[in-house]
């Protein structure tokens, strides 16, 4: 069993910052890539950020230089610090991670049960 468990949205007035971070725990016996997806009402999942076990990231256009990825591997963690946000940044933001387990040694696609940002102007 892995649980991904996010905290940290919540509403904030444009211009301002927000972190997310999400904490991995479980049957885990490595985790791979990570990352953050968001969906706005109406719209399709989207990635935010991703980042591999060694730290290379990768951003969606809409966020370089606004938002940075980073992992701890120690403590299973994985964080999203948004800066200058925007009301189009307003969403459902979702975890998640590539995760090897000992319970299947196999690897497969886990999700947080997402947490709400919300920019207002």
């Known amino acids: 069993q892995v649980q991904l468990v996010e905290s940290g949205g919540g509403l904030v007035q444009a211009g301002e910052s927000l972190t997310l971070s999400c904490a991995a725990s479980?049957?885990?016996?490595?985790?791979?890539?990570m990352g953050w997806y968001r969906q706005a009402p109406g719209k399709q999942r989207e990635l935010v950020a991703a980042?591999?076990?060694?730290?290379?990231?990768k951003y969606a256009d809409s966020v370089k230089g606004r938002f940075t990825i980073s992992r701890d591997n120690a403590k299973r963690r994985v964080h999203l610090q948004m800066n200058s946000l925007k009301p189009e940044d307003t969403a459902v933001y979702y975890c998640?991670?590539?995760?090897?387990?000992?319970?299947?040694?196999?690897?497969?696609?886990?999700w947080g049960q997402g947490t709400q940002v919300t920019v207002s102007s």
């Open positions: 998640n991670a590539k995760i090897l387990t000992t319970t299947t040694w196999s690897s497969a696609d886990y």
């Open positions: 980042i591999s076990r060694d730290s290379s990231t």
């Open positions: 479980g049957s885990i016996w490595r985790i791979n890539d």
